[in-house]
């Protein structure tokens, strides 16, 4: 079992929909990330956070520590919100990043 | 500032042949990583350094060589390539006195044949 899970693998939305993306992990964390790989290829952070809720632009993340769980929020989706988001944890002090597999989100007009 | 660079972008290599990926950053992170992608799968690291003249093993590091003689720059290395190697290899930098936050590169497409 993985120790970053997230769901749905894949996900079409329609322009303008609320768009949630889950993600739950195993282990203890000091922070959780969430990265955004547009098609082609780049990879870039858009969230890094230990607790609470983070808000930019349409895109929040939450976190719950006690339920080992965030979900990214994507208000107002647009066609341009079509990537992969990737979700990552940092385990206590540790400079490494623990991966999810990603879900590829795709957008239609 | 130019942040996370890879070269090449693209390279295919034919088994048994060697190379090096060159990552460069101007961010003075001390944090630097090797990752590979591959179809269904997470980002995995290969290896990692935490400063200068330092380097430790990832999760899939067999097969690969690295080496950071200088703070800027990461090198990787494939000594004798395999067709198992073929993947999309990520750099990344970070630094603790920005909690670790990691920046990435474009990417390097690599095909061995």
């Known amino acids: 079992k993985n120790e970053v899970e997230q769901s749905p693998q894949n996900l079409t939305a329609q322009e303008g929909e609320f768009i949630t993306i889950n993600c739950s992990y195993s282990?203890?964390?000091?922070?959780l990330h969430w990265l955004q790989q547009h098609p082609g290829g780049g990879i870039v952070s858009l969230f890094m956070l230990s607790s609470g809720k983070k808000k930019h632009g349409r895109l929040i993340a939450t976190i719950n520590i006690q339920e080992k769980h965030s979900s990214l929020h994507i208000t107002a989706s647009h066609p341009r919100d079509s990537a992969v988001y990737i979700c990552a944890v940092t385990q206590g002090g540790s400079e490494k990043l623990v991966f999810g597999k990603g879900t590829k989100l795709t957008v239609n007009p | 500032n130019a942040g996370v660079t890879q070269t090449p972008k693209f390279r295919v290599l034919k088994t048994g042949q060697s190379m090096t990926l060159l990552c460069a950053q101007d961010m003075n992170h001390e944090y630097m990583y090797w990752y590979r992608q591959d179809p269904g799968m997470g980002l995995r690291l290969i290896h990692y350094?935490?400063?200068?003249?330092?380097?430790a093993k990832g999760e899939v590091p067999d097969g690969y060589n690295v080496s950071r003689l200088k703070k800027q720059n990461f090198l990787l290395g494939l000594e004798s390539a395999a067709p198992s190697q073929t993947s999309v290899y990520f750099c990344?930098?970070?630094?603790?006195?920005?909690?670790?936050?990691?920046?990435f590169g474009p990417g390097t497409r690599l095909t061995v044949t």
């Open positions: 350094s935490v400063g200068e003249g330092t380097t």
């Open positions: 990344a930098s970070s630094s603790p006195r920005k909690t670790y936050e990691q920046y």
């Open positions: 282990v203890g964390i000091s922070a």
